[in-house]
């Protein structure tokens, strides 16, 4: 079965960076787009980036020009680079990839800011 596996996520101090990574296992099918989502408590998780298998990058206003997604299409991988990071980043980040007709979802990984 599809498996989304997530990493990189930790605790970091306001101004710093981190790297998530995604890979996706056991899909029979191309890869569509894949994306970055967030859902800190209390909120609703909403859209951080998201990229299609021809590379066009969509961001929430929130993390442009800070954060940017990629992928390596030979290894099934998304990333989302984190730069210059704000206590209001704090949240679980998801990843998801639109396989066939279905869309699939990470366990999620914790990205805490600290002020």
């Known amino acids: 079965q599809v498996q989304l596996v997530e990493s990189g996520g930790g605790l970091v101090q306001a101004g710093g960076s981190l790297r998530l990574s995604c890979a996706v296992s056991g899909n029979r099918f191309s890869i569509h787009a894949m994306g970055w989502y967030r859902q800190a408590d209390g909120k609703q998780r909403e859209l951080v980036a998201r990229i299609t298998s021809g590379g066009s990058t969509t961001y929430a206003d929130s993390v442009k020009d800070r954060f940017a997604i990629s992928r390596d299409n030979a290894k099934n991988t998304v990333y989302l680079q984190m730069n210059s990071l704000r206590p209001e980043d704090t949240a679980v980040y998801y990843c998801?990839?639109?396989?066939?007709?279905?869309?699939?979802w990470g366990q999620g990984t914790q990205v805490t800011v600290s002020s």
């Open positions: 998801n990839a639109d396989i066939g007709l279905s869309r699939y």
